[in-house]
């Protein structure tokens, strides 16, 4: 399996948007109405930017 | 929602982000979009890797640093999250990466084969079939518990020696923050419960997955699915 030291520099090298948006949703267990409060933006965006970040997650892993 | 909208929210219904009638759209149109449960699996790999990172302490306890705001996005202002990561990081073993690609990529791949639709809310799907006939059958089970509200959808497939199964099941409805299992039971009776995935956390809106779990019992001879809990109480089971 993937070690954290992996998963780790993988997120570290996602663009800040799409970090940002993981911080809210899966670290900080916000929905994503919560998180586009929090982060400011509409909630389709941060569905696309979740969606975004975790393609380049599993791209990243994958690689 | 359009067919690009039910796309996009795949991610956030995996992470458990949606509100319950969304999730339920999302769920409904994954039972009829190929194109949709494609991404679906393909993201699903993803969950593991996600969870070997920590969730608690929860990053909005440690302060914000002066000046970021809240759209920032920053690494500046990720660092109360990077420092309790590095702290799991500092006491893991040093990476050792193709060793680990060697060992893992064959199970990652066979997860992501065995990997099938949760999206078992239409009842009475008790078999589902593959469109693609180079893909063994699937069975789908489910079941409710009457009294508690929770629920458990599971999915059974054939291993590669088609002796065992593999299992990926989501149980929803759940009490927030209870450690539970996921269990299989053969038809026989003879045998004692077989434990399929490993112990998990129940979110804070009642869910569980179990993605990649593993069973020495052939998927016709699977009875029932369960879950449960620290003191070995079932809490829901499902069946075809």
């Not at chain 2, 996009?8 to 979009?33: F, M, N, R």
Request: charged share 25%.
């Amino acid at each position: 399996m993937r070690t954290p030291t992996d998963v780790l520099l993988a997120f570290e090298r996602l663009q800040p948007e799409l970090r940002a948006v993981l911080v809210e949703v899966h670290f900080r267990k916000r929905t994503v109405a919560e998180a586009a409060r929090s982060l400011g933006v509409p909630t389709e965006t941060v569905k696309a930017r979740i969606y975004h970040a975790m393609r380049a997650l599993r791209l990243a892993l994958d690689e | 929602m359009t067919e690009e909208e039910f796309r996009i929210s795949i991610g956030a219904y995996l992470l458990d982000a949606l509100e319950p009638a969304e999730a339920l759209q999302v769920q409904t149109h994954l039972v009829d979009c190929a194109e949709c449960r494609k991404e679906y699996l393909e993201l699903t790999e993803v969950l593991p890797a996600l969870a070997t990172l920590p969730r608690d302490p929860a990053p909005e306890e440690l302060p914000r640093p002066e000046g970021e705001t809240p759209d920032s996005g920053t690494p500046e202002g990720d660092l109360g999250l990077r420092r309790a990561l590095r702290q799991v990081v500092a006491e893991q073993p040093p990476p050792r990466r193709r060793r680990w690609r060697r060992r893992w990529r064959p199970v990652w791949l066979a997860v992501a084969a065995a990997v099938v639709v949760l999206t078992a809310v239409a009842t009475g799907m008790s078999v589902l079939s593959e469109k693609s006939s180079s893909l063994p059958t699937v069975r789908t089970v489910t079941g409710t518990n009457a009294v508690t509200g929770a629920r458990l959808t599971g999915t059974l497939r054939p291993d590669g020696t088609g002796a065992g199964s593999r299992i990926q099941a989501e149980l929803t409805g759940g009490p927030p923050g209870m450690h539970c299992h996921l269990q299989a039971r053969a038809t026989s009776g003879s045998d004692g419960p077989q434990r399929a995935g490993e112990q998990v956390q129940i979110t804070d809106r009642g869910r569980a997955t179990w993605a990649n779990g593993t069973v020495s019992i052939p998927v016709d001879r699977i009875d029932r699915l369960e879950v449960v809990d620290g003191s070995g109480h079932v809490m829901v089971q499902a069946q075809p």
